[in-house]
């Protein structure tokens, strides 16, 4: 798992497309994650968001997936959404993006969108 937005030789010659974001305020909803991504340009690129909450207080974790339908996009995502501010009225947590450990793609993560 790395630790930085860094896109690194491996990274551009695999064919990855779901990345980790971390540092997302924990009142953030899934809704608040897709217009974060949308107000970025990335609308209509990824198929597949998981923002994993806490059961008992209904709050996410501070992280989530991202799964891009395109390498392409995957990569600009590890180059631009780091060092962001999902929400700055909420928090002043710093996003930080990585490739996430698991490949969530379309057809291996069917219901999860």
Same mark, same amino acid.
């Given at each position: 798992?790395k630790?930085?937005? *860094?896109?690194?030789? @491996?990274?551009? *010659? @695999? *064919?990855?497309t779901? #990345?980790?974001?971390?540092? #997302?305020p924990n009142?953030?909803?899934?809704?608040?994650?897709? @217009?974060?991504?949308?107000?970025?340009?990335?609308?209509?690129t990824?198929? #597949?968001?998981?923002?994993?909450?806490? @059961?008992?207080t209904?709050?996410?974790r501070?992280?989530?997936f991202v799964?891009?339908v395109q390498?392409?996009?995957?990569?600009?995502a590890m180059?631009?959404?780091?060092g962001?501010q999902v929400d700055?009225k909420?928090?002043?947590?710093i996003?930080?993006?990585?490739v996430?450990?698991?490949?969530?793609?379309?057809?291996?993560?069917?219901?999860?969108?």
């Amino acid at each position: 798992e790395k630790a930085s937005s *860094e896109v690194s030789t @491996a990274d551009t *010659e @695999a *064919e990855y497309t779901t #990345i980790m974001l971390r540092h #997302i305020p924990n009142r953030v909803r899934k809704e608040g994650l897709r @217009a974060f991504l949308d107000d970025r340009g990335f609308s209509s690129t990824y198929d #597949i968001v998981v923002l994993p909450c806490d @059961a008992k207080t209904k709050r996410n974790r501070g992280y989530g997936f991202v799964n891009f339908v395109q390498h392409q996009d995957f990569l600009r995502a590890m180059r631009e959404l780091g060092g962001l501010q999902v929400d700055a009225k909420q928090s002043k947590k710093i996003t930080q993006v990585s490739v996430a450990d698991e490949q969530l793609g379309s057809k291996r993560c069917v219901g999860l969108q």
